[in-house]
């Protein structure tokens, strides 16, 4: 037989409290959330609608990170969030987030001399990776381990969960070459880990392999 539990008054006070914060706490992911949407273009929401499913919505530091890499790069571009990347569908398709903008280049170069693939760039924007990733279903995604917005190992994570990307090969690379944040890349689902600059001639050939 179930028990009846009656709340004290001081008991009440908390749960009202607790109860009153979270609903601040909704809505502010919601109107977070609302305010980057409207930064993107009209092609580009059902994958940003797609995208935000991958991350737990009621949790202020993910949205706070999801809509901070959206800003990034609306001040990056000068307008609005888009899917003009000039993709083709019959040829490979692998993007390179890289904060590093020299380095991001350089990898590009690297990747396209040696195989017949386009290299799309995400300027190191953990959120617009994982829209791009949706919205292009790539063969291979390269990432480092710190991005803007939605973090490295994030994005890894949620690109492997859903049900559209969870078959593109990730390769992440960082200047970290611990044991432990090797682990955290491959627990987080990446299908190689690179630690650059040591093992950057390698790069290709592990692009190579995941294609």
Do not use: W
Request: hydrophobic content about 40%; charged content about 25%; aromatic content about 6%.
């Amino acid at each position: 037989m179930a028990v009846e539990r009656k709340l004290n008054e001081k008991q009440q006070e908390v749960y009202k409290e607790f109860a009153d914060s979270l609903s601040e706490l909704y809505l502010r992911c919601d109107l977070l959330l609302f305010l980057s949407r409207q930064l993107c273009s009209e092609e580009i929401l059902p994958a940003y609608d797609l995208a935000l499913h991958c991350i737990a919505p009621r949790d202020i530091g993910q949205v706070n990170d999801f809509c901070r890499g959206i800003r990034y790069e609306v001040e990056r571009t000068g307008g609005a969030v888009n899917l003009n990347d000039g993709v083709d569908a019959n040829r490979p398709l692998v993007i390179v987030a890289t904060c590093e903008e020299t380095l991001s280049e350089s990898y590009k170069e690297m990747i396209e001399d040696e195989t017949n693939v386009k290299v799309l760039e995400t300027y190191g924007n953990g959120t617009i990776t994982l829209i791009k990733a949706i919205a292009y279903q790539p063969d291979v995604i390269v990432a480092d381990v710190t991005l803007i917005g939605m973090g490295g190992c994030e994005m890894v994570h949620n690109v492997k969960n859903h049900h559209k990307t969870n078959k593109v090969s990730v390769v992440v690379i960082t200047a970290r070459g611990t044991e432990y944040d090797r682990a955290r890349g491959i627990l987080a689902g990446a299908d190689d880990y690179l630690v650059i600059p040591q093992d950057a001639e390698n790069l290709v050939s592990r692009v190579k392999r995941c294609l």
